[in-house]
């Protein structure tokens, strides 16, 4: 008889030992579900550790194991199907009803089995009151720095943790305030889109720093999926420098490692780590020359705590330049004068003006989202982010067209409106937290010299194209939108 052990298997218990030794099976076959997860809350251990802690537990317990990789999943009613289907493509063979008992304390995954007409093995919950602590409890524990998961964790899984220094690789996923469930900053945007627009501008911006960049140790922070650095990997004068690209988001990260392994660099010295940079140093002190960030430290202001988590940022950079390194920051920028009051003039016939916005758009799906802020108005646009924003937008109407409201606020929704399809992702992150001279302040502060090609720039391309036509800053000219930031840790320092 087999027993299928479906489960993610962050942990195994010194109770799951005892338990599938009392069984008496001929072989246990391990489903690890989410097994292309990790570094997320739901699956911060990578798939090769559970394994190899399933393998050490196996061999203490002598127990016969089969270890079979599932993908992560949607949520489906056909959860049990797919995890068989998965089985027989890795085995040549499914678990059959006749022959196998299903392992599982999980009551809803339990009734999808037992309708396939498995028998279940209940796992903790057949133990009376109080029952065993299962597996993601003792995880909890680990991360809430709870000492006694150590008595209730297997030695197969105390050993790979020690070894691997997983535990504290756990506290750090587990409890970051920032980075969800599912490994990335917020579940509103569509990473498709995001990857694609990255591509494409990736020539433009590696245009405009590449004569900045100082060969070496080369770090791009938030390296999306990869592009900047494929063309870095493509300068002759950089092919003995080590390209590391540093990305947070789940998706975006795996296109990086895929596209490595198709070949999509020809340096052998590319490497790329999920890591949050908000969660402590990335990389050792003084072992960077060139550290570049594109449309990253906005996100950081916006996810983190605002100036704060900038600052902290900035400090950690510092940190891991060595001196006469430069960290090259290419972002959004506020205006000089963000609190200045203005008066914005805004198109009403171009889109629906309803009599008020909608505060519901969090509960619908991005193609309703999207569908529904394509139809509204310019000036109805600005009602609705208003709505949506996760900053302050105060603005008082002039007439059904015009409002009155501080500059800052005027460009963070003016640099936003345009985006429909990643509406609420947009949504939550400022474009205005700071200005050049705050970023000048900030920058000298935390020990940097501030290049002299540093500068803040208007976009004239967005004020033509997507401001102008439907929108009017009265007496004012439209004002910067962007920023090049070179800053350079002193050689003496």
Not at 165 to 182: F, H, I, M, Q, T
Not at 279 to 295: C, E, M, N, Q
Not at 412 to 436: I, M, P, V
Request: hydrophobic content about 40%; aromatic content about 8%; charged content about 25%.
């Amino acid at each position: 008889m087999e027993i299928l052990f479906p489960g993610r298997h962050h942990v195994l218990t010194r109770f799951q030992a005892r338990y599938l030794r009392e069984q008496r099976a001929d072989t246990i076959i391990w489903a690890v579900t989410s097994a292309n997860h990790q570094n997320t809350k739901r699956n911060p251990v990578p798939f090769d550790r559970r394994e190899a802690a399933i393998e050490r537990f196996s061999i203490a317990e002598g127990l016969r194991s089969l270890v079979i990789p599932v993908f992560d999943t949607a949520h489906t009613e056909r959860f049990a199907e797919v995890t068989l289907k998965t089985m027989e493509a890795s085995m040549g063979r499914a678990p059959e009803p006749e022959t196998c008992l299903v392992a599982c304390s999980t009551p809803e995954v339990a009734a999808m089995y037992a309708e396939l007409g498995f028998r279940i093995l209940p796992v903790e919950a057949a133990e009376p009151d109080p029952q065993p602590a299962r597996p993601w409890d003792v995880l909890l524990m680990l991360a809430a720095d709870d000492g006694d998961w150590r008595d209730l964790a297997h030695p197969a899984t105390l050993d790979v943790f020690d070894r691997y220094g997983l535990d504290a690789l756990v506290r750090s996923v587990v409890n970051d305030p920032v980075v969800g469930d599912e490994g990335g900053l917020t579940t509103t945007r569509d990473y498709r889109t995001y990857a694609e627009a990255f591509e494409e501008s990736a020539a433009r911006k590696w245009t405009a720093v590449r004569e900045h960049v100082r060969a070496g140790r080369i770090v791009d922070i938030g390296c999306g999926a990869g592009a900047v650095l494929a063309l870095a990997d493509a300068e002759p004068a950089l092919r003995e420098s080590d390209l590391i690209g540093v990305e947070v988001a789940r998706h975006l990260y795996e296109e990086c490692v895929h596209r490595k392994a198709q070949g999509g660099f020809r340096n052998p010295n590319v490497y790329f780590y999920q890591r949050n940079v908000l969660g402590g140093a990335v990389l050792p002190p003084r072992s960077v020359d060139t550290t570049l960030t594109f449309a990253l430290t906005h996100e950081i202001w916006s996810y983190g705590t605002g100036l704060p988590s900038v600052r902290a940022f900035a400090e950690a950079i510092f940190e891991h330049t060595v001196p006469g390194g430069v960290w090259i920051n290419s972002d959004v920028c506020g205006p000089d004068d963000p609190g200045r009051t203005v008066r914005l003039t805004l198109r009403t016939d171009d889109g629906a003006n309803p009599l008020s916005p909608r505060k519901d758009l969090e509960e619908l799906p991005r193609d309703r989202v999207s569908a529904y802020v394509s139809g509204l108005s310019t000036r109805a646009r600005l009602d609705q982010f208003a709505v949506d924003f996760r900053f302050p937008l105060p603005y008082t109407p002039v007439d059904d067209a015009t409002v009155e409201l501080p500059l800052g606020a005027a460009m963070d929704y003016l640099t936003r409106k345009d985006y429909a399809d990643n509406w609420l992702s947009e949504a939550h992150e400022q474009f205005c937290g700071l200005s050049y001279a705050d970023w000048v302040a900030l920058l000298t502060d935390v020990g940097f010299e501030v290049a002299p090609a540093s500068h803040a720039w208007r976009n004239d391309w967005i004020v033509d194209n997507r401001l102008a036509p439907v929108a009017r800053l009265d007496d004012l000219d439209w004002p910067v939108t962007h920023v090049l930031l070179v800053a350079r840790r002193p050689v003496n320092t």
